[in-house]
Protein backbone atom coordinates (compact mmCIF):
# COMPACT_ATOMS: atom_id res chain seq x y z
CA UNK A 1 0.00 0.00 0.00
CA UNK A 2 1.40 3.49 -0.83
CA UNK A 3 0.25 7.01 0.17
CA UNK A 4 -1.59 8.99 -2.99
CA UNK A 5 -2.95 12.08 -3.55
CA UNK A 6 -6.83 12.28 -3.21
CA UNK A 7 -8.87 13.22 -6.13
CA UNK A 8 -11.60 15.60 -5.65
CA UNK A 9 -14.84 13.11 -5.28
CA UNK A 10 -12.86 11.48 -2.44
CA UNK A 11 -13.14 14.16 0.16
CA UNK A 12 -16.53 13.69 1.03
CA UNK A 13 -15.38 10.72 2.06
CA UNK A 14 -12.71 12.27 4.18
CA UNK A 15 -15.00 14.08 5.56
CA UNK A 16 -17.03 10.89 7.03
CA UNK A 17 -14.20 9.22 8.44
CA UNK A 18 -13.27 12.09 10.22
CA UNK A 19 -16.86 12.59 11.52
CA UNK A 20 -16.84 9.23 12.55
CA UNK A 21 -12.50 8.98 14.27
CA UNK A 22 -12.95 12.14 16.09
CA UNK A 23 -16.02 12.02 18.23
CA UNK A 24 -15.72 15.28 19.93
CA UNK A 25 -13.45 17.91 18.42
CA UNK A 26 -14.31 21.01 16.91
CA UNK A 27 -15.29 20.22 13.63
CA UNK A 28 -16.93 16.96 14.48
CA UNK A 29 -19.41 19.49 16.13
CA UNK A 30 -20.21 21.39 13.58
CA UNK A 31 -21.66 18.67 11.99
CA UNK A 32 -21.17 16.82 8.12
CA UNK A 33 -22.08 18.93 6.18
CA UNK A 34 -19.72 21.66 7.39
CA UNK A 35 -17.01 19.32 7.82
CA UNK A 36 -17.22 18.18 3.75
CA UNK A 37 -16.94 22.37 3.67
CA UNK A 38 -14.08 22.51 5.37
CA UNK A 39 -12.18 18.96 4.02
CA UNK A 40 -13.07 21.30 0.43
CA UNK A 41 -10.99 24.26 2.54
CA UNK A 42 -7.66 22.36 2.86
CA UNK A 43 -7.76 21.16 -0.87
CA UNK A 44 -7.14 24.94 -1.47
CA UNK A 45 -5.08 25.32 1.21
CA UNK A 46 -1.16 25.92 0.06
CA UNK A 47 -0.13 25.39 3.88
CA UNK A 48 -2.01 21.76 3.95
CA UNK A 49 -1.21 18.47 2.82
CA UNK A 50 -3.92 15.45 2.02
CA UNK A 51 -2.43 12.12 2.00
CA UNK A 52 -4.72 9.54 1.81
CA UNK A 53 -3.79 5.86 1.68
CA UNK A 54 -5.99 2.84 0.33
CA UNK A 55 -6.06 -0.79 -0.54
CA UNK A 56 -7.12 -1.73 -4.25
CA UNK A 57 -10.16 1.31 -4.65
CA UNK A 58 -11.12 1.81 -0.60
CA UNK A 59 -9.63 4.41 1.19
CA UNK A 60 -8.24 3.04 4.56
CA UNK A 61 -7.01 6.03 5.96
CA UNK A 62 -5.55 9.53 5.45
CA UNK A 63 -3.53 11.85 7.00
CA UNK A 64 -3.65 15.68 6.74
CA UNK A 65 0.08 17.56 7.51
CA UNK A 66 -0.27 21.12 8.25
CA UNK A 67 2.98 23.29 7.79
CA UNK A 68 1.03 26.31 9.64
CA UNK A 69 -0.65 24.27 12.55
CA UNK A 70 -1.67 27.23 14.93
CA UNK A 71 -3.59 28.91 12.38
CA UNK A 72 -5.41 26.41 10.69
CA UNK A 73 -8.97 26.60 12.29
CA UNK A 74 -8.88 30.57 12.00
CA UNK A 75 -7.95 30.73 8.23
CA UNK A 76 -10.47 27.76 7.68
CA UNK A 77 -13.54 29.69 9.42
CA UNK A 78 -12.04 32.94 7.72
CA UNK A 79 -12.19 31.10 4.41
CA UNK A 80 -15.69 29.34 4.85
CA UNK A 81 -16.86 32.10 6.77
CA UNK A 82 -21.19 31.57 5.92
CA UNK A 83 -21.19 27.67 5.80
CA UNK A 84 -19.64 28.17 9.59
CA UNK A 85 -21.97 30.63 11.00
CA UNK A 86 -24.91 28.29 9.49
CA UNK A 87 -23.19 25.27 10.96
CA UNK A 88 -22.69 27.24 13.89
CA UNK A 89 -25.94 29.09 14.96
CA UNK A 90 -27.75 25.80 14.18
CA UNK A 91 -26.27 24.24 17.31
CA UNK A 92 -25.98 27.84 19.15
CA UNK A 93 -26.89 25.63 22.33
CA UNK A 94 -24.35 22.95 22.31
CA UNK A 95 -22.08 24.48 25.17
CA UNK A 96 -19.17 22.01 24.30
CA UNK A 97 -19.27 23.62 20.64
CA UNK A 98 -19.35 27.24 22.01
CA UNK A 99 -16.52 26.95 24.43
CA UNK A 100 -14.06 25.54 21.44
CA UNK A 101 -15.38 28.15 19.15
CA UNK A 102 -14.58 30.70 21.76
CA UNK A 103 -11.12 29.45 22.29
CA UNK A 104 -10.41 28.97 18.88
CA UNK A 105 -11.80 32.25 17.73
CA UNK A 106 -10.48 34.84 20.14
CA UNK A 107 -7.04 32.64 21.10
CA UNK A 108 -7.61 31.73 24.43
CA UNK A 109 -5.28 29.12 23.76
CA UNK A 110 -2.18 28.40 25.24
CA UNK A 111 -1.05 25.42 22.44
CA UNK A 112 2.86 25.51 21.00
CA UNK A 113 3.08 24.26 17.25
CA UNK A 114 5.97 23.78 15.32
CA UNK A 115 6.07 22.63 11.81
CA UNK A 116 5.35 20.12 9.45
CA UNK A 117 2.22 19.11 12.05
CA UNK A 118 0.20 15.80 12.00
CA UNK A 119 -3.34 17.79 11.73
CA UNK A 120 -5.65 15.15 11.56
CA UNK A 121 -4.75 11.34 11.28
CA UNK A 122 -7.27 8.66 10.91
CA UNK A 123 -7.60 5.00 9.69
CA UNK A 124 -11.23 3.79 8.57
CA UNK A 125 -13.41 1.97 11.42
CA UNK A 126 -13.63 -1.55 9.75
CA UNK A 127 -9.28 -1.45 9.11
CA UNK A 128 -8.52 0.22 12.85
CA UNK A 129 -5.85 -2.15 14.75
CA UNK A 130 -4.36 -3.90 11.98
CA UNK A 131 -1.66 -2.23 11.66
CA UNK A 132 -2.29 0.08 8.74
CA UNK A 133 -1.95 2.87 10.63
CA UNK A 134 1.10 2.63 11.64
CA UNK A 135 2.01 1.27 7.95
CA UNK A 136 0.42 4.99 7.15
CA UNK A 137 2.62 6.89 9.53
CA UNK A 138 5.93 5.28 8.35
CA UNK A 139 4.55 6.38 4.63
CA UNK A 140 4.44 10.18 5.63
CA UNK A 141 7.80 10.27 7.59
CA UNK A 142 9.25 9.39 4.29
CA UNK A 143 7.37 12.07 1.92
CA UNK A 144 7.87 14.35 4.88
CA UNK A 145 12.00 13.09 4.77
CA UNK A 146 11.87 13.43 1.07
CA UNK A 147 10.61 16.55 1.37
CA UNK A 148 13.56 17.75 3.30
CA UNK A 149 12.14 18.07 6.49
CA UNK A 150 13.76 16.72 9.77
CA UNK A 151 11.21 16.39 12.53
CA UNK A 152 7.76 15.86 12.41
CA UNK A 153 5.27 16.70 15.58
CA UNK A 154 1.64 15.92 16.51
CA UNK A 155 -0.45 17.10 19.26
CA UNK A 156 -2.54 14.64 20.93
CA UNK A 157 -4.83 14.25 24.01
CA UNK A 158 -3.39 12.64 27.25
CA UNK A 159 -5.75 10.40 28.75
CA UNK A 160 -5.42 6.65 29.06
CA UNK A 161 -8.79 6.47 26.77
CA UNK A 162 -6.78 8.10 23.73
CA UNK A 163 -4.84 4.58 22.34
CA UNK A 164 -2.97 7.12 19.87
CA UNK A 165 -0.71 7.94 22.34
CA UNK A 166 0.62 4.49 22.47
CA UNK A 167 0.90 4.61 18.58
CA UNK A 168 3.02 7.43 18.59
CA UNK A 169 5.52 6.36 21.26
CA UNK A 170 5.64 3.07 19.57
CA UNK A 171 6.62 4.35 16.39
CA UNK A 172 9.14 6.75 18.22
CA UNK A 173 7.45 9.54 18.59
CA UNK A 174 8.96 11.17 22.09
CA UNK A 175 7.28 13.65 24.36
CA UNK A 176 8.09 17.24 23.91
CA UNK A 177 5.64 18.97 25.94
CA UNK A 178 2.84 18.51 28.06
CA UNK A 179 -0.27 21.47 27.56
CA UNK A 180 -3.45 22.43 28.43
CA UNK A 181 -6.22 23.75 25.91
CA UNK A 182 -9.64 24.80 27.15
CA UNK A 183 -8.89 22.40 30.27
CA UNK A 184 -8.05 19.14 28.42
CA UNK A 185 -4.57 18.23 28.78
CA UNK A 186 -2.30 17.09 25.25
CA UNK A 187 1.00 15.72 25.20
CA UNK A 188 3.12 17.24 21.92
CA UNK A 189 5.11 15.06 20.92
CA UNK A 190 8.08 14.62 18.54
CA UNK A 191 10.43 12.20 15.94
CA UNK A 192 13.40 12.82 14.54
CA UNK A 193 12.45 11.85 10.77
C1 LIG B 1 -4.79 6.15 16.03
C2 LIG B 1 -4.99 5.38 14.71
C3 LIG B 1 -4.60 6.27 13.52
C4 LIG B 1 -4.06 4.15 14.77
O1 LIG B 1 -4.21 3.39 13.60
P1 LIG B 1 -4.39 1.78 13.68
O2 LIG B 1 -4.34 1.25 12.30
O3 LIG B 1 -5.61 1.49 14.47
O4 LIG B 1 -3.12 1.36 14.52
P2 LIG B 1 -2.19 0.10 14.26
O5 LIG B 1 -3.05 -1.11 14.05
O6 LIG B 1 -1.20 0.42 13.21
O7 LIG B 1 -1.48 -0.05 15.66
C5 LIG B 1 -0.22 0.44 15.89
C6 LIG B 1 0.00 0.57 17.38
O8 LIG B 1 -0.96 1.48 17.93
C7 LIG B 1 -1.29 1.09 19.24
N1 LIG B 1 -2.65 0.58 19.33
C8 LIG B 1 -3.44 0.14 18.33
N2 LIG B 1 -4.61 -0.27 18.81
C9 LIG B 1 -4.57 -0.03 20.14
C10 LIG B 1 -5.50 -0.20 21.19
N3 LIG B 1 -6.73 -0.70 20.98
N4 LIG B 1 -5.13 0.15 22.45
C11 LIG B 1 -3.90 0.67 22.67
N5 LIG B 1 -2.98 0.84 21.72
C12 LIG B 1 -3.32 0.50 20.47
C13 LIG B 1 -0.42 -0.06 19.59
O9 LIG B 1 0.81 0.43 20.10
C14 LIG B 1 -0.21 -0.69 18.23
O10 LIG B 1 0.87 -1.53 18.24
P3 LIG B 1 0.64 -3.15 18.47
O11 LIG B 1 -0.20 -3.60 17.31
O12 LIG B 1 2.02 -3.69 18.47
O13 LIG B 1 -0.07 -3.28 19.76
C15 LIG B 1 -6.47 4.89 14.53
O14 LIG B 1 -6.80 4.02 15.57
C16 LIG B 1 -7.50 5.99 14.44
O15 LIG B 1 -7.83 6.45 13.36
N6 LIG B 1 -8.03 6.44 15.60
C17 LIG B 1 -9.07 7.51 15.61
C18 LIG B 1 -8.52 8.86 15.27
C19 LIG B 1 -7.36 9.27 16.16
O16 LIG B 1 -7.35 9.08 17.37
N7 LIG B 1 -6.34 9.86 15.51
C20 LIG B 1 -5.15 10.36 16.17
C21 LIG B 1 -5.42 11.65 16.84
S1 LIG B 1 -3.97 12.58 17.03
Redesign the pocket.
Known amino acids: MKLRKYSKAELKELSNIHYT??SDGILTLLGPKYLEVFYNFLDQSELEDILIFNKKKVIV?YCVISYDTKTILNRAIAATFLDFSKAFFLRLFNIKLQKIVFSTLFKVNSSIHESPE?A????SEE??????????LNEVCAFLKKNAYKNIY????DSIE???V??Y???KFFLLKKTTVSGKNYVYLKKNL
Open positions: SFGIYIAIFTGKGYGEEMVKTMNRANFKKN
